[in-house]
């Protein structure tokens, strides 16, 4: 989730505390893995919604965004021009929808925070583009996480590598720090200025979120449900999300549970 609560400093986790945001990191995971099942031409968003609700109350986890100032569902569900928040709703998915499910967990008090883009059907070659654009800007992202680097070379490189192609970098939404809290420190901007920002350290917890649009950068929120962000101009927008911990090697995806990147 992109939004973010202020917070005094940058909260480094103790190795108990880092198991229990693994464990829930991991249920996040577990639970887009779930609901990838289920995302076909004709169901709702509410359903999926669903489907993340009981499997995630099933493990005895909690959903982070429901209620959360105000949130009313247990996911962010945002279907084609919704760069975010997206509210589940009687909405049928189409084919060729692209859809993105971000999913936060509480596991005994620690948070995990996950999103994906999925495909309804077959869709557009322009689509399909999007997304995996988006999915390689998070991983050059998360190539950044090494202890010793700024947290602005991990915008730096996102916003450098998706206008390579013609795309905008949403700057509005940021991804954030979580463990403990839902939104921590840092503030993790995907578009940002080289070497800029605090130093990554050992034992940081945050996540990158970068949220790619097709056309312009800007985003408009719905005046009726004041959550859910379109883009200004009505083309498609993409955004994949992992939790990350810094570490002294190489950074560990705590939510990747498609063994998609090495772990330290």
């Known amino acids: 989730m992109a939004f973010r609560d202020k917070g005094s400093k940058i909260i480094i986790k103790t190795p108990e505390q880092i198991e229990g945001i693994r464990k829930s990191s991991v249920l996040a995971g577990q639970t887009l893995q779930v609901v990838k099942e289920y995302i076909k031409p004709g169901v709702t968003t509410e359903f999926l919604n669903k489907i993340c609700a009981d499997f995630i109350r099933d493990n005895k986890a909690i959903a982070a965004t429901l209620g959360y100032n105000g949130y009313p569902k247990e996911t962010c569900i945002s279907v084609n021009d919704v760069v975010c ?27 995990g925070d996950t999103s994906k883009m999925f495909a309804v059907g077959q869709i557009t070659e322009h689509a399909q583009k999007l997304i995996d654009v988006t999915k390689e800007c998070l991983r050059i992202g998360i190539k950044q996480c090494y202890s010793g680097n700024r947290v602005g070379n991990i915008g730096y490189e996102i916003n450098k590598y998706a206008t390579s192609f013609g795309y905008s970098v949403v700057y509005e939404f940021c991804g954030h720090g979580v463990g403990l809290r839902f939104h921590e420190e840092p503030e993790i901007c995907h578009v940002d200025e080289k070497n800029n920002g605090p130093q990554l350290a050992p034992g940081m917890t945050f996540t990158i979120e970068p949220m790619i649009n097709a056309g312009k950068a800007r985003t408009k929120i719905d005046k009726k449900d004041k959550w859910t962000a379109r883009t200004i101009d009505g ?30």
């Not at 928040?85 to 948070?111: C, F, K, Q």
């Open 85 to 111: 928040h997206g509210i589940p709703s009687l909405y049928e998915l189409r084919e060729s929808d692209i859809v993105n499910v971000d999913v936060t967990t509480i596991l005994n008090g620690y948070y």
């Open 235 to 264: 083309k498609l927008s993409a955004q994949f999300e992992h939790t990350i911990l810094v570490t002294q090697t190489i950074p560990d995806v705590l939510t990747d549970v498609d063994g998609e990147y090495p772990k330290p």
